[in-house]
């Protein structure tokens, strides 16, 4: 426990001397004495001064007293000590104008600090008693590109509004209660007058501004002195503009020699009285200094003045030019002169040397022409600079005779001609051409005649086949000659022939058009010794055409020729003549192909049958435009057009369309070049198919058949006999051959073992098709039912009825028609009745019946029942109508021998069958119900086997009986 008491105390001992010594040492740093502050406004910068012990690392704080703000704070801050001082500069963002600061300095030595010194108080121009509109800095001069903080004191009583620079409004910062600062970065360079900056309040009631100018520092480049007249300098130089003008403009001095400023222009110029050899440049201005050297011989810079005082003797094809020198020095000077010789905008430079140079002889000029002249020279030895250009001159050339003009012929088809020749140009008339002088000529017979043309007149026309009655030759000469105030040109000839030889035609040859023209070929011609002429003028003039020609010379065989006047889609003839006038060969070709201009012509439409030909004439020759390739077919179809050929060639002119319904069509035919179709021509018909032929077939039929009927209607009244026996023959009265009036006995009706009705189907008939169904008989039981007790008539007609109906692999089952319907029309029922009588007696016959549907049957038959076919169509009502039966049964046939067609007339008797040994026929025979001919035949073809004759051959008999010439 004492150890522990006595470490403590040790501790507690130790920190009190740390304590003393500390505050010891805090006591021996001083405060900074006499502290001094001085200002550049121009620069913002504040310096400071004071005097201290042996520290040398102090703490500085500046502060916006106003506002209590910190500017700027520096701690462990070393500076120097001078003459036993310590000085500290500080430059300030914001104007030092704007508002007051307070700076404070104290001593430091590690973290040991005295006190603060005395606040020193830099007063602003915010002050209470500055009560105006105030705005810093004012007219500053700013490199581009830098930034500037610009500050606005607001007058009192006025509240802050904005600031702008130039029309950008720019956000402000407060530095006191009246002061407000904008900072501008990367200025742009300013215009002339430099850029406004203002301050405005919020009610716009008062303001302040500045203006501030944005540029750049001097820069010189290409500094180089030369001599004009080999004793003085002239140094000049390239600068960059600065943008800044007027008294902050830059300034130079060469040697130190101020230069004399005569523009504002980039070159700048400065002179000097004698040649130094050696030259110093310097350029100032507010931002800044640059500086450039130069030195050389004055041998090597001379540079000759513009010559002066020209002149020229001018000639037609030359001149003489004269000048004078400024300086008596270029006498011994060897000097290149260039002549700059300029006509009708084109401009040539000829250059001419010689000591002491002061005139030239211009050759090669053009007679009445006019000229521009200036000249410039050089030192021809140590050239260094060629001499600025002299005044022009202006001079015209003399006039002269002109060229001899280029002349041609051409002769037309009706053999007349021209005789053509060129414009002589301005430079080929050498002078303003007066007249033409036209001659024409025979060399043989020494025959000429001359005409004077007006200037303006370029051909003259002659008639050949009148030449050719007064001369003999084949050919005549045609001179022309051109005139100006100076005289005749040389004369130019021609050889016009009078008579064509017949010789082989001229094969035209196509030839295509190129970006050089037209390349033509062709074998050189021994016969052709002064040369060939190639010709062309538009294919569609026929007379007096425009002609252009070229002549060539001797051994040419190829040439491309090209006009100005050339035209897309015109289509030129070309021809090669020998220099005598003789045609070697033709061409023919387009400079640009077209499409044609018009439709075809003629386009007309015929029908053939059920084929259409249609045909066109031919494209006209102005209307081509081009070759013609062939020509498309359309067909016009809801205003759409189908294209059914394309015909390739131009002499295929008509195509057919095969194969056309009725109806109405519209064809469209175009011709076609490589540059596209015409607008096209349109036709339409309207197909009636064989009208004519079905017309012809109609009136053929009806003659055909008129004589037809003509020859029936002759064989039947020739025949009139037979065809009433045959059609409509006599029904016999009944007779009445035995006793009536005697009792009788009741008839044997029994059936035939033989009789029921065979019926034939065919396998291949439809098993919905309607057949003849047979009732079978009824067992005694049922007769008896029907029939009673009565006693049977033999006079009684008794029904054998037959159905049709739908065969089918159901059993046959009996059926009973009711007796009212026994009599209905076959086409309204299925049955069939037939009656099978005795010999009948006229209409008083007694007929004996005992049931009286029986007898209502019978009545119905007699009034108009009628025979009808046993076979029908089956209707729909018959169809869905119940096949049994609803009446009661129905004696049974009296025979089933079955129905057969009416033949002949039979005894029915039953005495006669008895006697021909063969069972006793039926109850009579089918008969008609308006007939009483009987409608079966005897049995003798039953008794034989014989078949039944089919209907069609007995049609085929009564034709050949109808035909016969025998008579019934």
């Known amino acids: 426990m004492p150890q522990l008491q006595d470490s403590h105390w040790t501790v507690w001992l130790i920190c009190c001397f740390l304590s003393v010594v500390h505050i010891h040492a805090q006591n021996d740093l001083t405060v900074p004495q006499e502290v001094t502050l001085t200002t550049n406004m121009l620069m913002q910068q504040i310096s400071l001064s004071w005097l201290g012990s042996s520290v040398t690392t102090f703490d500085v704080m500046i502060l916006r007293p106003e506002l209590n703000e910190t500017v700027f704070y520096d701690t462990h801050l070393t500076v120097n000590k001078t003459n036993g001082r310590y000085e500290w500069n500080w430059t300030s963002a914001e104007p030092l104008e704007c508002t007051s600061l307070s700076v404070q300095i104290r001593s430091r030595e590690g973290t040991a600090t005295s006190d603060w010194s005395n606040a020193q108080i830099l007063q602003g121009n915010d002050l209470p008693t500055n009560a105006k509109f105030q705005f810093y800095p004012q007219d500053r001069v700013v490199l581009a590109g830098s930034s500037t903080t610009f500050c606005c004191i607001v007058a009192e009583g006025l509240r802050f509004g904005s600031i702008h620079y130039g029309d950008v409004a720019q956000n402000a910062t407060r530095l006191s209660r009246r002061s407000y600062s904008v900072t501008v970065t990367d200025q742009p360079t300013s215009i002339i007058w430099g850029t406004n900056v203002l301050c405005q309040d919020i009610e716009n009631s008062g303001m302040a501004g500045a203006v501030i100018f944005v540029g750049y520092p001097p820069l010189l480049s290409d500094f180089k002195c030369e001599t004009y007249d080999l004793v003085s300098a002239v140094c000049q130089w390239n600068r960059r503009d600065t943008r800044l003008h007027g008294k902050r403009r830059t300034r130079f001095s060469l040697n130190n020699r101020k230069c004399a400023e005569t523009s504002l222009m980039e070159i700048k110029s400065c002179n000097s009285e004698l040649w130094e050899g050696n030259w110093t440049l310097e350029a100032v201005n507010p931002l800044g200094q640059y500086s450039v050297f130069d030195s050389a011989d004055i041998r090597h810079r001379v540079r000759p003045v513009p010559p002066s005082n020209l002149s020229a003797v001018v000639n037609a094809w030359n001149a003489t030019l004269l000048w004078t020198w400024e300086y008596g020095s270029y006498d011994s000077l060897a000097l290149a002169c260039q002549v700059d010789l300029s006509n009708q905008g084109n401009g040539t430079k000829r250059t001419f040397t010689g000591a002491g140079l002061r005139s030239v002889q211009l050759l090669e000029l053009h007679p009445d022409e006019d000229y521009n002249v200036k000249v410039r020279c050089g030192a021809q030895q140590n050239f260094w600079k060629w001499g600025n250009w002299s005044e022009p001159l202006s001079i015209k050339t003399n006039i002269d005779v002109p060229d001899p003009p280029d002349v041609w012929m051409h002769i037309n088809d009706d053999n007349t001609g021209q005789i053509i020749w060129k414009p002589l140009t301005a430079r080929q008339s050498h002078g303003q051409i007066t007249s033409y002088e036209v001659t024409v000529w025979s060399p043989e017979e020494n025959l000429q005649h001359t005409e004077t043309l007006t200037p303006d007149s370029f051909t003259l026309s002659v008639n050949l086949t009148q030449m050719s009655a007064f001369t003999s030759d084949n050919q005549i000469m045609a001179t022309v000659i051109a005139k100006n105030a100076a005289g005749g040109s040389l004369p130019t000839s021609v050889i016009i022939p009078l008579r064509v030889e017949d010789k082989t035609p001229i094969v035209e040859t196509r030839v295509n058009y190129t970006d050089r023209g037209f390349h033509l070929i062709w074998q050189d011609e021994t016969n052709s010794s002064c040369g060939y002429v190639i010709e062309w003028h538009n294919a569609l003039c026929q007379r007096d055409c425009s002609v252009e020609w070229v002549k060539l010379p001797i051994g040419s065989t190829n040439a491309s020729i090209s006009s100005a006047n050339f035209q897309p889609g015109v289509r030129y003839n070309i021809s090669l003549f020998s220099c005598s006038s003789e045609l070697l060969h033709r061409w023919y070709g387009y400079t640009q192909e077209l499409a044609p201009s018009r439709t075809i012509p003629h386009l007309s439409i015929s029908q053939q049958g059920s084929d259409i030909l249609l045909t066109w004439g031919v494209m006209p020759e102005v209307s081509r435009r081009g070759y013609i390739v062939g020509y498309n077919v359309y067909l016009s179809n809801d205003s759409q057009l189908v294209q059914l050929a394309n015909i390739l060639g131009e002499d295929s002119r008509k195509y057919t369309v095969k194969g056309l319904s009725e109806g109405t069509y519209k064809f469209t035919v175009k011709a076609y070049t490589s540059a596209g179709e015409d607008t096209g021509a349109t036709t339409s ?284």
């Open 685 to 968: 018909i309207t197909v009636q198919l064989l009208a004519d032929w079905l017309i012809l077939e109609i009136l053929a039929s009806l003659g055909a058949t008129a004589l037809l009927l003509a020859i029936v209607t002759f064989l039947c009244y020739k025949k009139r006999k037979w065809v009433k026996t045959a059609f409509y023959p006599d029904i016999p009265q009944p007779k009445l051959n035995d006793d009536w009036s005697r009792t009788r006995g009741l008839l044997d009706v029994s059936a035939s073992p033989h009789n029921p009705v065979h019926v034939v189907e065919k396998p291949e008939m439809d098993s919905f098709k309607e057949v003849l169904v047979v009732i079978p008989e009824e067992d005694e039981e049922e007769e008896d039912q029907m029939i009673g007790d009565e006693p049977a008539d033999t006079d009684e007609p008794s029904s054998l009825r037959y159905y049709n109906r739908m065969v089918d692999e159901r059993p046959i089952r009996p059926r009973y028609p009711d007796s009212s319907d026994s009599s209905v029309s076959s086409m309204d029922s299925g049955q069939t009745d037939v009656t099978y009588t005795g010999i009948q007696t006229s209409a008083s016959s007694l007929v004996f019946q005992t049931d009286r549907q029986l007898s209502s049957e019978v009545e119905m038959a007699a009034n108009g029942g009628g025979y009808r076919p046993q076979r029908q169509a089956m209707s729909s009502s018959d169809a869905s109508r119940p096949m049994d039966l609803q009446s009661s049964p129905e004696p049974q046939a009296a025979c089933s021998g079955g129905y057969k067609p009416q033949t002949s007339w039979h005894s029915d008797s039953p005495g006669e069958a008895e006697e021909r040994d063969r069972p006793a026929p039926c109850l009579g025979s089918p008969t008609s119900v308006a007939s009483t001919q009987f409608l079966l035949p005897d049995g003798e073809s039953d008794e034989h086997g014989e078949e039944k004759r089919p209907l069609s051959a007995s049609a085929a008999g009564w034709f050949s009986n109808l035909l016969s010439s025998a008579k019934p």
